[in-house]
């Protein structure tokens, strides 16, 4: 096992001197919390999509992908762990993807690589979580008052504000109270939805099922990349090591408890949604689960009672994981604009912390307001985003860091894991720009319907 190199190449990581390290990614977890931090990131509201997934995939292709996608990332967060945990044996405990992937593979462009895929991820998750939170404020708005004037980008800019206020909690350690309770809301959520689906399956009003895939052969296949990839985007996070970087030293086998208890809320909540709703809507299923339990024309399938319940525990928890995948953001702007020596809560630190967490969450929901294309752009932030850095980095960079043999089954499973997953990345980006070009004509800026 070759050794990893004794100086360490990021010194400004370094405690005494790093803000963004110190405020923002301050370690004193317990794995329990890493646990509460990992399911707010993985089992969010997307996973309400999923129905919308095996639209492309059908019953059996559907369950195979899910429970491939959900065993390679599993595999692959447990080899993360294991990498960060070698390295912080050897002396030098890294707390950012974006400097081990460097360290690791010793090249300076993948800093960078991992800098811009993070950002467009936590962004892209931050615009979409402000984005469906409207949506959300929308639906109850719209089922209290049917002819209200008010529009998707007022709902927007009223969540947005309440982000800008949630924002200004220091570290990341501080959500483990908020992530916990984002925990139960997902529970909550997903068992209110398999109940409604349920009911509205076996109602008198229930829709016709069709569970038949694309006429076209061609359609066929990028529909199935498309899927694969939206399937991708639910089980991606791209922050394990900052999530990582919160348990107190040391870290050794404190992550694949929190591993374990958040794949045991996936795995209760991923498979009741997808089969419920693929059960009742066929391919007619919308990446709003909710749009297809309340349709525009006709009663709604299923007691308004519990689909309003269901609708606020998830505008609860999308508030939870917006303030989760800020924090890669949150703790670049700390280690460039605060002083360490002054303290967290200085003046010197606190008015710089305000103003740019709010100008972060500005333009968050702006974007949110200006594009609402929520189904489409989920396909291609899973490409072009978590694949790479969910499905491809980690097997690449345990193989670096622990050599395994060439006749180990280790080397080989992960190798074989790079090299399908480059090719599903490259796949599932082009069908899913192919589909977000296809559906241009649908978009409409600062439109008042999300685009499925």
Not at 20 to 45: D, M, N, R, Y
Not at 174 to 182: Q, T, V
Not at 267 to 278: I, K, Q
Not at 294 to 301: D, F, I, T, V
Request: hydrophobic content about 50%.
């Amino acid at each position: 096992m070759a050794k990893p190199p004794q100086q360490d190449p990021f010194p400004e990581s370094h405690l005494e001197s790093d803000a963004g390290a110190t405020f923002v990614l301050e370690s004193k977890g317990k794995w329990w919390h890493a646990g509460f931090h990992l399911t707010t990131a993985i089992v969010g509201p997307t996973i309400l999509t999923l129905p919308y997934a095996f639209r492309g995939l059908g019953w059996g292709l559907g369950f195979l992908c899910l429970t491939v996608l959900g065993c390679v990332t599993f595999y692959s967060y447990y080899l993360m762990s294991r990498v960060l945990e070698y390295c912080e044996k050897a002396g030098r405990r890294h707390i950012r993807f974006r400097e081990l992937a460097a360290d690791v593979l010793g090249s300076g462009w993948m800093f960078y690589f991992v800098i811009f895929i993070q950002t467009a991820i936590n962004t892209g998750v931050g615009i979409g979580a402000i984005l469906l939170a409207g949506e959300c404020l929308k639906i109850m708005y719209e089922n209290l008052s049917p002819n209200g004037s008010l529009k998707l980008y007022e709902f927007i800019a009223m969540v947005t504000v309440v982000m800008i206020v949630l924002s200004q909690l220091p570290s990341f350690h501080s959500l483990r109270h908020i992530n916990f309770a984002s925990l139960l809301l997902s529970l909550g959520y997903s068992f209110l939805v398999v109940g409604a689906c349920i009911y509205a399956g076996l109602s008198k009003n229930a829709p016709p099922r069709d569970y038949s895939l694309e006429p076209s052969s061609s359609s066929r296949v990028f529909s199935a990349f498309t899927s694969i990839s939206i399937i991708a985007a639910i089980f991606g996070n791209g922050i394990l090591p900052e999530i990582q970087a919160t348990l107190a030293p040391p870290a050794t086998g404190k992550m694949v408890k929190g591993l374990l208890m958040c794949y045991t809320v996936a795995f209760l909540t991923f498979y009741s949604a997808a089969v419920s709703g693929y059960w009742v809507f066929g391919n007619k299923a919308n990446s709003n689960i909710f749009k297809s339990l309340m349709p525009e024309e006709g009663p709604s399938l299923a007691p308004t009672a519990v689909l309003g319940l269901a609708v606020v525990f998830v505008l609860l928890q999308l508030l939870a994981i917006g303030l989760v995948y800020s924090q890669v953001a949150y703790e670049i702007m700390e280690k460039q604009s605060a002083d360490v020596k002054q303290g967290m809560f200085a003046k010197r630190n606190l008015i710089p912390r305000l103003i740019l967490r709010s100008l972060y969450m500005v333009f968050c929901g702006f974007m949110a307001a200006m594009l609402p294309f929520f189904g489409d752009i989920s396909g291609v932030v899973g490409a072009i985003g978590f694949i790479p850095l969910d499905f491809i980095l980690p097997m690449l960079l345990y193989n670096m860091t622990h050599k395994p043999s060439k006749s180990s089954l280790y080397y080989w499973i992960n190798l074989f894991i790079i090299i399908a997953f480059t090719g599903v990345g490259i796949m599932g980006a082009f069908s899913s720009i192919r589909k977000l070009v296809l559906d241009a004509n649908n978009f409409k800026l600062f439109s008042s319907d999300v685009v499925d």
